[in-house]
Nanobody, 127 residues
Framework: QVQLVESGGGLVQAGGSLRLSCAAS????????MGWFRQVPGKEREFVAA????????NYADSVKGRFTISRDNAKNTVYLQMNSLKPEDTAVYYC????????????????????WGQGTQVTVSS
């Protein structure tokens, strides 16, 4: 069973950048799409970005398009989220997740499409 560990969160000024990493253990990382989600206390967990395995096709939430970039290094079993031009509304706990269907042709955007989750990493953007 794959396990995911996020890192790279922290406190940044508005307009700054952070790069989140999600390291996967176990061979189940191979052939699976990966996604990033975020959650604020009292709010529903929301989709941020996703990437497929084979073609690295991506999808982004409208709120982060043009600012965030998801990528993966399959040799390192790691997925990244480069976050630029951060805004206070980006403040949340960011979670890495694995798509529950291997070899999916679509970078899926629904929480229920993912079945393995990391513990999360806090991102705080100050005004």
């Amino acid at each position: 069973q794959v396990q995911l560990v996020e890192s790279g969160g922290g406190l940044v000024q508005a307009g700054g950048s952070l790069r989140l990493s999600c390291a996967a253990s176990g061979r189940s990382f191979t052939n699976y799409g990966m996604g990033w989600f975020r959650q604020v206390p009292g709010k529903e967990r929301e989709f941020v970005a996703a990437i497929t395995w084979s073609l690295a096709s991506t999808n982004y939430a409208d709120s982060v398009k043009g600012r965030f970039t998801i990528s993966r290094d399959n040799a390192k079993n790691t997925v990244y989220l480069q976050m630029n031009s951060l805004k206070p509304e980006d403040t949340a706990v960011y979670y890495c997740a694995r798509d529950k269907s291997p070899d999916s042709w679509y970078a899926r955007v629904r929480t229920y499409d993912y079945d393995v989750w990391g513990q999360g990493t806090q991102v705080t953007v100050s005004s």
